[in-house]
């Protein structure tokens, strides 16, 4: 899918007339026979790869495009040669590739194309990108970076002790591998050294990190045209892939999963217009939307629209008579930043019509944007008049520092999406390229590539934001009439309007709260830890009896196991070294105390920096107060998430991460803190789900249901339940609900298999209800491609019939643990919504300040505090309606730690 939605891309966006795909082979070539260490050390390629890179080959060629292969020669070469004849016939040429090697073919006329990945746009590197990035005067002298450098991963050596930094420095210098080698004398001390003993392996490793240029391929410019989809290989293929949404954008609203060709149904393009009917042949399918009468999706120079800048007190006023009358409007912002706590707003953009749009400038200077901002506030705090956005809680959140609070019913079209398809991405532009065959004005085109060159939207003539304002208004407006309807056929029209929408006010109003942080608390803290990890440290050098550097991996490997030979049978890493992560070192710290001391100094290290260090830096200096951001659409479970910070990871488990809870407090002496926990949720949720009549039972009586789960699997009475057995127990209650195997238990208890085995075997003879539940959730996912939570949010399982083990694994553990974890997320949404609407109500001055997993946490003044938790509790238990009692822990102090 990575592959299809990138290639789909290139294609629409940048309209090659000529493209390849070009493939290593398994033959050896020249670099191997040179030096036979060259990528010795190379991970065999992983399985899901290996299994998908067939379908990758037949994408390619059911799109039209060849693919080249030479026997002896690597892709780079193939490429490199390629590009340069094309060069010579002249052909701008785009070498499409994240590998930093390609930057020594870069010219004139050759550039690098970097796909966009993680967020990033796409990156295109000509000769005055790679000089300064690798610090140059000449492309050439990539090379001999590379050769100085070398490649781990490769297994180039390089020359020791020279890594990027320097290597650039000694190029810039020297201008090459071999006047390096030649002035060698000029250097000092280790490096004089390295570069006199490894000069033969510095010009080897030079030789085999350049690229070859006279591979004898042809460069047959005809036979590298981009062809036409091949309606008969790709239909059938997509349908295999059950890629839906890729296949209604080659082949239009009539492709089906189920489809095997046919006919093509009538298509409007993005402004509702009939586009012409297509033309078919018994071989290829001529003209799909978006790759043949359209090359390339359509922007904004394509279609008709209507963009108005509202800049004058009268054109506002009509303006605001316009948007009064309606029902229903489209919005957005334009800020300074991407934080909204600490952007300035820079304009608001509307559409009531699609191709219409306005946009109002709004000055820099306060006072006089305030007056501009007030004007809009009948609209905007106007109850019945519905808000359609992207993101709405970064607009509403931008104006409540401007004293405006958003009112109406909301429709939040990333938030649809995310109930439509929750594995994938829900950007505009990607929702707009998907959905609507549109590509919007990038804001990179606007402000520049991200990085700290990077201006703001107030640097912009406002001539151009109007358009990029207005077309996001615009666009957004055209998925909200396409997700609607979508999201009543998939029954997720309730959640929408009921859950995810209005929750967005209550996400908006706890960021806009903040909560409180003692930093000289956690400065104390910080030098505490230091001591401590200083202590370590030292224990470490003298039970190693060798002093090296704690934080470097490949310096512990060598202590570890060439030193101490602690294991064996250690593995290594694809670079030779020692892996040295927390589950290698966990299993060896039985065999010697130094690997706890190693595992104690890394978890106060990662603690201190993490968090005790990075705290006070989030404060905000407009409030005073640190302000987490919510994701609420990130976790396919519907989980909300956080960061800056992620108040999901603050430590829980350990006692002294527990400590960075003290440093969360209450705004002042008149107040505290509230903690509200639900009780083993997404057990009585199991039990709910199940209907297993034992755990219900158990939850319905009081009974502790560890201690309950281990008399029925241990045949004993409550009584005699040892402590040993209630562990074990639990085990197996929270391991069922993530699809734990008989050898996860063995592992995580330390007990033989077979014993692990006999648990759960006579946990699903107890607890029959809970097998069964298993049973059928598999059964319904593995017919319907989904499973649902009990508000009917739905997890789509698209592995959940595929003939690779591993893969499908994974798919059934998320079948069974995805409509518990999802029924939870759901409840606390639901009780966040109805409590906090109470608190409003009820004109009280609670706050509510921080949710993470099944908690809620609340600022409250101590006149309020039995009135909230009466609140608290009922919402909380009344979320959703259950035959299994849910029971809510409510705490209280003066910090979060004495609090929970």
Same mark, same amino acid.
Request: aromatic share 8%.
């Given at each position: 899918?990575?592959?299809?939605?990138?290639?789909l891309?290139?294609?629409?966006?940048?309209?090659? #007339?000529?493209?390849a795909?070009?493939?290593?082979?398994?033959?050896?070539?020249?670099?191997?026979?040179?030096?036979?260490?060259?990528?010795?050390?190379?991970?065999?390629?992983?399985?899901d790869?290996a299994?998908?890179?067939?379908?990758?080959?037949?994408?390619?060629e059911?799109?039209?495009?060849?693919?080249?292969?030479?026997?002896?020669?690597?892709?780079?070469?193939?490429?490199?040669?390629?590009?340069?004849?094309?060069?010579?016939q002249?052909?701008?040429?785009?070498?499409?590739?994240?590998?930093?090697?390609?930057a020594?073919?870069?010219?004139?006329?050759?550039?690098?194309?970097?796909p966009?990945?993680?967020g990033?746009?796409?990156?295109?590197m000509g000769?005055?990108?790679?000089?300064?990035?690798?610090?140059?005067?000449?492309?050439?002298?990539?090379?001999d970076i590379?050769?100085?450098?070398?490649?781990a991963?490769d297994?180039i050596?390089?020359?020791?002790?020279?890594?990027?930094?320097? $290597?650039?420095?000694l190029?810039?210098?020297?201008?090459?591998?071999?006047?390096?080698?030649?002035?060698?004398?000029?250097?000092? =001390?280790?490096?004089?050294?390295?570069?006199?003993?490894?000069?033969?392996?510095g010009m080897?490793?030079k030789?085999?990190?350049?690229?070859?240029?006279?591979?004898?391929?042809?460069?047959?410019? !005809?036979?590298l045209?981009?062809?036409?989809?091949?309606?008969?290989?790709?239909?059938?293929?997509?349908?295999?892939?059950?890629?839906r949404?890729?296949?209604?954008?080659?082949?239009?609203?009539?492709?089906s999963? =189920?489809?095997n060709?046919?006919?093509m149904?009538q298509?409007?393009?993005?402004f509702?217009?009939?586009?012409?009917?297509?033309?078919?042949? $018994?071989?290829?399918?001529?003209?799909p939307?978006?790759?043949?009468?359209q090359?390339?999706?359509?922007?904004?120079?394509?279609?008709?629209h209507?963009? @108005?800048?509202?800049?004058?007190?009268?054109?506002?006023?009509?303006? /605001?008579?316009?948007?009064?009358?309606?029902?229903?409007?489209?919005?957005?912002?334009?800020?300074?930043?991407?934080?909204?706590?600490?952007?300035a707003?820079?304009?608001?953009?509307?559409?009531?019509?699609?191709?219409?749009?306005?946009?109002?400038?709004?000055?820099?200077?306060?006072?006089?944007?305030?007056?501009?901002i007030?004007?809009?506030?009948?609209?905007l705090?106007?109850?019945k008049?519905a808000?359609?956005?992207?993101?709405?809680?970064?607009?509403?959140?931008?104006?409540?520092?401007?004293?405006?609070?958003?009112?109406?019913?909301?429709?939040?079209?990333?938030?649809?999406?995310?109930?439509?398809d929750?594995?994938?991405?829900?950007?505009?532009?990607?929702?707009?390229?998907?959905?609507?065959?549109?590509?919007?004005? #990038?804001?990179?085109?606007?402000?520049?590539?991200k990085?700290k060159?990077?201006?703001?939207?107030?640097?912009?003539?406002?001539? @151009?934001?109007?358009?990029?304002?207005?077309?996001?208004?615009?666009?957004?407006?055209q998925?909200?009439?396409?997700f609607e309807?979508?999201?009543?056929?998939?029954?997720?029209e309730?959640?929408?309007?009921?859950?995810?929408?209005?929750?967005?006010?209550?996400?908006?109003d706890?960021?806009?709260?903040?909560?409180?942080?003692?930093?000289?608390?956690?400065?104390?803290?910080?030098?505490?830890?230091?001591?401590d990890?200083?202590?370590?440290?030292?224990n470490v050098?003298e039970?190693c009896g060798v &002093?090296?550097?704690?934080? #470097?991996?490949?310096q512990l =490997?060598?202590?570890?196991?060439?030193k101490?030979?602690l294991?064996p049978?250690?593995?290594?890493?694809?670079?030779?070294?020692?892996? &040295? =992560?927390e589950?290698v070192?966990?299993?060896?710290?039985?065999?010697s105390d130094?690997?706890?001391?190693i595992?104690?100094?890394?978890?106060?290290?990662?603690?201190?920096?993490?968090?005790?260090?990075?705290?006070?830096?989030?404060?905000?200096?407009?409030?005073?107060?640190?302000? &987490?951001?919510?994701?609420q659409?990130?976790?396919?479970t519907?989980?909300?998430?956080?960061?800056?910070?992620?108040?999901?990871?603050?430590?829980i488990?350990?006692e002294?991460?527990?400590?960075?809870?003290?440093?969360?407090?209450p705004?002042?002496?008149?107040?505290?803190?509230?903690?509200?926990?639900y009780s083993?949720?997404?057990?009585?949720?199991?039990a709910?789900?199940s209907?297993?009549?034992?755990?219900l039972?158990?939850?319905?009586?009081?009974?502790?249901?560890?201690t309950?789960?281990?008399?029925?699997?241990?045949?004993?009475t409550?009584?005699?339940?040892?402590?040993?057995?209630?562990?074990?127990?639990?085990?197996?209650?929270?391991?069922?609900i993530?699809?734990?195997?008989?050898?996860?238990?063995?592992?995580?208890?330390?007990?033989?298999?077979?014993?692990?085995?006999?648990?759960?075997?006579?946990?699903?003879?107890?607890?029959?209800?809970?097998?069964r539940y298993?049973?059928?959730?598999?059964?319904?996912?593995r017919?319907?491609?989904?499973?649902?939570?009990?508000?009917?949010?739905?997890?789509?399982?698209?592995d959940?019939? $595929?003939?690779?083990?591993?893969?499908?694994?994974?798919?059934?553990?998320n079948?069974?643990?995805?409509?518990?974890?999802?029924?939870?997320?759901?409840?606390?949404? /639901?009780?966040?919504?109805?409590i906090h609407?109470?608190?409003?109500?009820?004109?009280?001055?609670?706050?509510?300040?921080?949710?993470? !997993?099944?908690?809620?946490?609340?600022?409250?003044?101590?006149?309020?505090?039995?009135?909230?938790?009466?609140?608290?509790?009922?919402?909380?238990?009344?979320?959703?309606?259950?035959?299994v009692?849910?029971?809510v822990?409510?705490?209280?102090?003066e910090?979060?730690?004495?609090? !929970?």
């Amino acid at each position: 899918m990575g592959f299809a939605n990138t290639l789909l891309e290139v294609i629409n966006k940048e309209k090659p #007339s000529h493209i390849a795909v070009v493939f290593d082979t398994e033959a050896p070539t020249e670099r191997h026979t040179d030096f036979e260490a060259y990528k010795a050390h190379r991970q065999a390629m992983p399985e899901d790869l290996a299994t998908a890179l067939p379908y990758v080959v037949k994408l390619i060629e059911g799109f039209g495009i060849p693919v080249i292969t030479k026997d002896g020669f690597e892709a780079d070469d193939i490429i490199g040669t390629l590009a340069k004849e094309g060069e010579k016939q002249g052909f701008q040429v785009f070498c499409m590739t994240p590998d930093k090697d390609f930057a020594q073919l870069v010219s004139e006329n050759i550039f690098i194309y970097k796909p966009s990945r993680m967020g990033n746009g796409v990156e295109i590197m000509g000769v005055p990108e790679v000089l300064a990035k690798w610090e140059i005067e000449n492309v050439k002298q990539v090379i001999d970076i590379l050769g100085l450098w070398g490649d781990a991963v490769d297994n180039i050596p390089g020359i020791p002790g020279i890594g990027e930094k320097t $290597s650039k420095i000694l190029v810039k210098q020297y201008g090459s591998v071999e006047n390096i080698i030649a002035n060698a004398h000029e250097l000092k =001390g280790k490096m004089r050294e390295n570069v006199q003993m490894f000069a033969a392996q510095g010009m080897v490793s030079k030789k085999l990190a350049t690229i070859i240029l006279d591979v004898p391929v042809e460069f047959d410019a !005809h036979a590298l045209e981009l062809g036409a989809p091949n309606r008969e290989l790709l239909e059938p293929l997509f349908a295999e892939l059950e890629f839906r949404t890729l296949g209604r954008r080659v082949f239009g609203d009539n492709f089906s999963l =189920g489809s095997n060709g046919g006919g093509m149904s009538q298509q409007t393009d993005l402004f509702g217009q009939t586009m012409a009917e297509p033309e078919t042949s $018994s071989k290829v399918f001529v003209a799909p939307p978006a790759l043949f009468e359209q090359p390339t999706a359509k922007t904004i120079a394509d279609v008709p629209h209507d963009y @108005k800048l509202v800049d004058t007190p009268e054109a506002r006023k009509a303006l /605001i008579d316009l948007l009064l009358q309606q029902e229903s409007i489209s919005w957005d912002t334009e800020t300074t930043g991407t934080d909204a706590n600490l952007a300035a707003l820079v304009g608001l953009s509307f559409c009531i019509k699609v191709g219409e749009g306005y946009y109002i400038p709004v000055p820099a200077e306060r006072e006089a944007a305030q007056l501009i901002i007030d004007e809009f506030r009948p609209v905007l705090e106007n109850e019945k008049i519905a808000k359609v956005g992207q993101n709405l809680k970064y607009d509403i959140l931008v104006l409540k520092w401007y004293g405006v609070n958003i009112k109406g019913r909301l429709f939040d079209t990333m938030l649809a999406h995310y109930l439509i398809d929750p594995d994938t991405r829900h950007g505009m532009d990607l929702l707009s390229q998907n959905y609507l065959n549109y590509t919007p004005i #990038s804001i990179t085109s606007l402000i520049g590539a991200k990085g700290k060159n990077q201006g703001t939207m107030r640097d912009v003539p406002v001539e @151009k934001v109007v358009d990029y304002a207005a077309e996001d208004a615009d666009v957004t407006l055209q998925l909200a009439n396409i997700f609607e309807p979508m999201l009543k056929e998939l029954n997720a029209e309730e959640l929408a309007r009921d859950v995810e929408n209005p929750l967005v006010y209550v996400l908006a109003d706890i960021e806009k709260e903040g909560v409180r942080i003692d930093v000289e608390t956690l400065n104390r803290y910080s030098k505490e830890l230091e001591t401590d990890i200083a202590r370590l440290e030292q224990n470490v050098f003298e039970k190693c009896g060798v &002093t090296f550097n704690l934080s #470097s991996p490949k310096q512990l =490997g060598e202590v570890l196991f060439d030193k101490l030979e602690l294991d064996p049978k250690a593995k290594k890493t694809k670079t030779g070294q020692y892996q &040295t =992560g927390e589950d290698v070192l966990s299993r060896l710290a039985n065999k010697s105390d130094v690997v706890q001391d190693i595992l104690d100094y890394r978890q106060l290290c990662k603690l201190k920096s993490t968090y005790v260090d990075a705290l006070p830096l989030l404060v905000n200096p407009k409030s005073g107060r640190v302000h &987490t951001s919510f994701n609420q659409a990130v976790a396919a479970t519907g989980r909300l998430s956080s960061n800056n910070p992620n108040l999901q990871n603050i430590p829980i488990r350990t006692e002294r991460g527990r400590e960075v809870r003290k440093a969360f407090i209450p705004r002042d002496a008149d107040h505290v803190l509230l903690s509200a926990d639900y009780s083993q949720i997404e057990l009585r949720i199991i039990a709910e789900i199940s209907k297993e009549e034992n755990m219900l039972e158990a939850f319905a009586q009081g009974t502790d249901i560890h201690t309950a789960t281990a008399a029925k699997v241990y045949g004993t009475t409550i009584e005699q339940v040892t402590p040993t057995q209630r562990r074990n127990a639990k085990a197996v209650n929270f391991g069922i609900i993530y699809g734990q195997s008989a050898f996860g238990l063995s592992q995580s208890l330390d007990i033989p298999r077979k014993e692990a085995a006999d648990i759960i075997e006579q946990y699903f003879m107890q607890y029959p209800g809970i097998q069964r539940y298993m049973s059928d959730t598999m059964t319904f996912a593995r017919q319907n491609g989904f499973v649902e939570t009990i508000m009917g949010r739905r997890r789509y399982l698209r592995d959940i019939n $595929s003939a690779n083990q591993t893969v499908r694994g994974f798919a059934e553990r998320n079948a069974i643990n995805a409509p518990i974890q999802g029924s939870a997320a759901d409840m606390i949404k /639901i009780a966040m919504i109805n409590i906090h609407k109470d608190i409003q109500t009820r004109g009280l001055q609670a706050k509510m300040t921080m949710q993470v !997993h099944d908690e809620l946490v609340f600022d409250v003044p101590k006149g309020e505090v039995e009135v909230m938790k009466e609140i608290i509790k009922h919402r909380m238990q009344t979320a959703i309606k259950t035959n299994v009692p849910i029971e809510v822990e409510i705490g209280m102090g003066e910090n979060w730690l004495a609090a !929970h």
